[in-house]
């Protein structure tokens, strides 16, 4: 169908690159793959995903990335996992805009 567009993009933030960064870019990248292999080929609306690092935990360099990222038409903003205060600033911003808002967090291991 011609409303469809080719690509749906949204945007993913990474914190955190020596902890979790290879294991959130492979997880992404898995998960765009299965979506991408789920969708009808006759929608021909294919997802991507563009990666972004916040190289530090700074509320400037988190807005000044956010803004960037918004004008390149993305669908929504997944991330960040490590800092709580760039997520919030990322959320207000997003909110504003009415873009979607993924949080992202460790999932918790139970203790035994």
């Known amino acids: ?3 469809f567009p080719n690509s749906v993009r949204m945007a993913a933030i990474l914190d955190d ?3 979790c960064s290879r294991g959130e870019r492979l ?3 898995l998960a765009k793959t299965h979506i991408n292999n789920i969708v009808d ?3 021909k609306a294919r997802l991507e ?3 972004f690092e916040l190289l530090r935990d700074s509320e400037y360099e988190t807005a000044d990335t956010t803004c960037q990222i918004l004008p390149k038409g993305v669908v929504a903003i997944l991330g960040p996992s490590s800092s709580p205060a760039s997520a919030s600033i990322i959320s207000h ?3 504003e805009k009415e873009v979607p808002h993924v949080k992202v967090a460790p999932e918790e291991i139970p203790k035994s």
């Open 27 to 29: 997880a992404i990248s």
């Open 49 to 51: 995903v563009d990666l």
């Open 1 to 3: 169908s011609s409303e």
């Open 93 to 95: 911003i997003c909110g």
């Open 41 to 43: 080929p006759s929608e």
């Open 17 to 19: 690159p020596m902890e």
